[in-house]
């Protein structure tokens, strides 16, 4: 059974840095790209950023990049985001990803809150 736990959501003032995390289990981890999203009040959800399975390439979305940084460890299991000089409108439900087999597998999110 595939799960993606996220964690280290927050309230965070404007230009702090928090790290997300995002556990997987119930698939081989290292065999699959894996991604963030987030969702803003009212807002889609929107791609933040992926990285690929051995973590040789990443990328991430073009208003994100420069303070955005994803990476993983594929001996732990674990996807991080690491976001520095935060916004307001970083504001958001941040989600793990990954597609295995063509179906989209999601974490239940974890709130990310930029506010002074």
């Known amino acids: 059974q595939v799960q993606l736990v996220e964690s280290g959501g927050g309230l965070v003032q404007p230009g702090g840095s928090l790290r997300l995390s995002c556990a997987a289990s119930?698939?081989?981890?290292?065999?699959?790209?894996m991604s963030w999203y987030r969702q803003g009040p009212g807002k889609e959800r929107e791609l933040v950023a992926t990285?690929?399975?051995?973590?040789?390439?990443?990328s991430s979305a073009d208003s994100m990049q420069g303070r955005f940084t994803v990476s993983r460890d594929n001996v732990r299991n674990t996807v991080y985001l690491q976001m520095n000089s935060l916004k307001p409108e970083d504001t958001a439900v941040y989600f793990c990803?990954?597609?295995?087999?063509?179906?989209?597998?999601w974490g239940k999110g974890t709130l990310v809150t930029v506010s002074s």
């Open positions: 990285i690929t399975a051995t973590g040789s390439s990443t």
């Open positions: 990803n990954s597609i295995i087999y063509g179906r989209y597998y």
């Open positions: 119930g698939f081989t981890f290292s065999n699959y790209a």
